[in-house]
């Protein structure tokens, strides 16, 4: 089989194309990074110096023709999660406009003006997707939806917590496949009852298998008209319809609460910590842990906000440090830096307690070592683009599962 020609947009440090590569069965033809808020374009500069230059974009999507993006079976990537309601609709044939900024558009934009369409997107968010805005809830998803199904696609997704399934970090992130219609998964997810295709005959259940044990699936049709479904989708403002596993062909969803079933290897926080070599800047000093224990630890507190209006805040306790024995807490984009924080990580070890280094943090997404380390690169940045990442692990799983798939339907 020839390997899938693949289109990454959004792609950080390279996270979608390393999990790709690795199954020897797909090549990145064209790639984007573009960073609107920062001079120095440090995410691009790690993807040149890891994969070269050549078919790579350092330029604002929504500024690049779709005429300049190559033909490409595969587009993948981990958008920004924002406010995805559509703000016009035009008569002619540009179709719908989204908001300006709004990323999500750019990949409509360019499934809408490919003459030679994708057969496949994959594509990575957090999972609060699925439930934002909070007036509304659901109702950004199911814009998104309608507006694939507009397009030719049928989706499905799953929210796949990458501990659950024995990599090293939790984090949970919502992912989705979506088939385009002339493909022959398209057929096949078409012609096989919705629940069956989630729970056992799906890409991602045959990655990452599921329990069979679940409720009642739960069944809807998106409106027809995707102005309609920004609306008015949801208005009630109740919980949001999705659940954590799902389907959508021709605007009729499919959604159900899943489980993870997984009982092989573990990896957790110990087995990715480097034991010598650890720069004397990553301890922390005596004197600074009660600031670190007061910060992880659970407060009731009067506080009083800029205006002067007092308020009662609470928080519960955290591990600390973090538990050596389990799989790490999330990476969030403010894990590097010496500044005392809640969320950042600190183990203990025989010459005391310190942070995790930039190395120990690409361990966590899977990435190969030192994947982020270049010149001009501060460690904060590498900590950064790792909160930013996502887990390697699961993207080479899926498209191993996604290869396999497709080559079994051609034969």
């Given at each position: 089989m020839q390997k899938l020609r693949v289109c990454?947009?959004?792609?950080?440090?390279?996270?979608?194309?390393?999990?790709?590569?690795?199954?020897?069965?797909?090549?990145?033809?064209?790639?984007?990074?573009?960073?609107?808020s920062t001079k120095t374009q440090h995410a691009s500069m790690v993807y040149e110096a890891r994969f070269g230059a050549e078919n790579h974009s350092n330029c604002n999507i929504e500024e690049v023709p779709t005429n300049e993006i190559p033909d490409h079976d595969i587009l993948v990537g981990g958008f920004p999660c924002q406010d995805y309601s559509v703000a016009t609709s035009l008569n002619n044939s540009k179709g719908l406009l989204g908001k300006k900024g709004v990323l999500w558009w750019s990949i409509h934009?360019?499934?809408?003006?490919?003459?030679?369409?994708?057969?496949?997107?994959?594509?990575?968010?957090?999972?609060?997707l699925l439930k934002s805005p909070s007036n509304q809830r659901g109702r950004d998803f199911a814009v998104m939806l309608r507006s694939l199904s507009d397009l030719g696609y049928a989706v499905e997704w799953r929210v796949i917590n990458a501990a659950e399934y024995g990599m090293p970090q939790r984090r949970r992130r919502v992912f989705f496949l979506a088939y385009f219609k002339d493909s022959p998964i398209y057929e096949q997810l078409q012609n096989t009852i919705a629940k069956d295709w989630i729970l056992r005959k799906s890409t991602f259940s045959e990655a990452?298998?599921?329990?069979?044990?679940?409720?009642?699936?739960?069944?809807?049709?998106?409106?027809?008209?995707?102005?309609?479904?920004s609306d008015n989708f949801n208005k009630e403002q109740g919980l949001s319809s999705f659940l954590n596993a799902g389907i959508c062909v021709d605007g009729k969803v499919t959604t159900l609460k899943a489980s993870p079933k997984y009982d092989g290897k573990r990896t957790v926080l110990a087995d990715i910590l480097?034991?010598?070599?650890?720069?004397?800047?990553?301890?922390?000093?005596?004197?600074?842990?009660?600031?670190?224990?007061?910060?992880?630890?659970?407060?009731?507190?009067?506080?009083?906000?800029?205006?002067?209006?007092?308020?009662?805040?609470?928080?519960?306790?955290?591990?600390?440090p973090d538990a050596l024995d389990q799989p790490s807490r999330t990476i969030i984009t403010g894990e590097g830096g010496k500044t005392a924080s809640r969320f950042k990580h600190v183990v203990q070890?025989?010459?005391?307690?310190?942070?995790?280094?930039?190395?120990?943090?690409?361990?966590?997404?899977?990435?190969?070592?030192?994947?982020?380390?270049?010149?001009?690169?501060?460690?904060?940045?590498?900590?950064?683009?790792?909160?930013?990442?996502?887990?390697?692990?699961?993207?080479e799983k899926v498209g191993a599962s996604l290869i396999k798939k497709i080559t079994e339907l051609e034969k």
């Open positions: 990454e947009l959004f792609a950080g440090v390279g996270g979608f194309r390393l999990g790709l590569e690795n199954t020897n069965h797909f090549e990145v033809v064209w790639s984007n990074q573009w960073e609107p934009r360019i499934l809408s003006e490919k003459k030679h369409k994708p057969k496949y997107l994959f594509l990575e968010n957090v999972d609060r990452f298998p599921l329990s069979q044990n679940v409720q009642k699936p739960v069944t809807f049709n998106l409106e027809e008209n995707i102005v309609s479904v480097e034991q010598s070599n650890v720069s004397s800047d990553y301890f922390i000093a005596e004197s600074e842990y009660p600031k670190w224990e007061y910060l992880k630890g659970a407060k009731k507190e009067t506080r009083k906000s800029k205006s002067g209006f007092e308020y009662h805040y609470s928080e519960g306790s955290m591990v600390f070890t025989s010459d005391g307690l310190r942070r995790l280094l930039p190395v120990e943090l690409e361990r966590l997404n899977m990435f190969p070592d030192n994947h982020t380390k270049l010149e001009g690169i501060s460690d904060a940045k590498r900590a950064f683009f790792m909160g930013n990442a996502l887990v390697v692990g699961i993207v």
